[in-house]
């Protein structure tokens, strides 16, 4: 089983980016997927998380910007980034828990001022 992530990139301040995920190889649905970031010198945070109830988390720096959301199947995961700023710059990773924990290889997101 493993996650699979795709969407990064370079984009200008102020704008849009998405990102998605897809666990592959699993037969089990996982309980929480979600988004986590580590900025250059900085310790990995989470970003956004969902749980399979439909219930969504945000650090507070991104809420009202970013949405997290089901990327049509079941095991996978987008990351909708708005309004992006230089802050947002980083490695982004992939997250899944369930019967096992899960992480994705990472995709870099660069935000230019």
């Known amino acids: 089983v493993q996650l699979q992530a795709s969407g990064g990139g370079l984009v200008q301040a102020g704008g849009s980016r998405r990102l998605s995920c897809a666990a592959s190889g699993s037969s089990f649905s996982f309980n929480e997927m979600g988004w986590y970031r580590q900025a250059p010198g900085k310790q990995r945070e989470l970003v956004a998380r969902?749980?399979?109830?439909?219930?969504?988390d945000y650090v507070d720096a991104v809420k009202g910007r970013f949405t997290i959301s089901r990327d049509g199947a079941v095991n996978t995961v987008a990351l909708q980034m708005n309004s992006l700023t230089p802050d947002d710059t980083g490695v982004y990773y992939c997250h899944a828990r369930g019967r096992m924990e899960l992480w994705g290889k990472g995709t870099q997101v660069t935000v230019s001022s």
């Open positions: 969902r749980f399979d109830s439909g219930l969504t």
